[in-house]
């Protein structure tokens, strides 16, 4: 799954809280320094991705009438022209490579901010993190119907795409983190 901008705040909490809960790792700054640490990781990938889609996007439109002409599947040339340039962006596109690549980084990153301690091997911390992150996006599906019913479930309809709903979603999205523990 692709992560957002919007979720990385989440992500990153839970990989704290699952660090925390684990009992083999201690934090010298708190649950929130380690999560601000995972939540840098993470944007710097998703800006990553994002930038080489807009390089993409931009060769595609450049080529636009040839792809036409040619009667080319807009969507199959992406992913194809993705994958090509992807090396160049120091992006990895098989997401289990992909997240256990950030898992590395984000343990990189918390160990040389001094944020954690640990007598354990770095791999049982890495996997950790690996499962905080595969675990999050199992549950994201869920979560997200979750809230959906509860909008649904109103008197008065609200309207997705509207700042209402975004607010009304995000509120209630928090919610549904806190109540499984995730946040």
Do not use: C, W
Not at 21 to 32: A, D, F, I, Q, Y
Request: zero cysteines; charged letters at 35%; a negative charge.
């Amino acid at each position: 799954m692709k992560i957002s901008l919007k979720t990385i705040p989440h992500i990153s909490n839970k990989i704290a809280i699952d660090l925390n809960r684990s009992g083999v790792v201690t934090m010298t700054k708190g649950l929130e320094a380690v999560a601000n640490e995972a939540q840098k990781v993470f944007e710097t990938n998703v800006k990553q991705e994002m930038a080489l889609e807009e390089k993409v996007n931009e060769m595609i439109d450049a080529n636009e009438e040839e792809i036409e002409f040619m009667l080319a599947d807009e969507r199959q040339l992406f992913f194809m022209i993705k994958k090509k340039l992807a090396p160049q962006f120091d992006v990895i596109l098989d997401y289990d490579e992909r997240f256990s690549d950030i898992s590395h980084k984000i343990l990189d990153e918390l160990y040389e901010e001094d944020l954690i301690h640990f007598d354990v091997s770095e791999n049982r911390i890495k996997n950790i993190i690996y499962n905080s992150i595969t675990s999050f996006i199992a549950d994201t599906s869920e979560i997200q119907d979750a809230v959906m019913d509860k909008i649904r479930s109103y008197k008065r309809k609200f309207i997705p795409g509207t700042d209402e709903f975004e607010i009304l979603y995000e509120k209630l999205y928090k919610e549904e983190l806190l109540k499984r523990g995730m946040e």
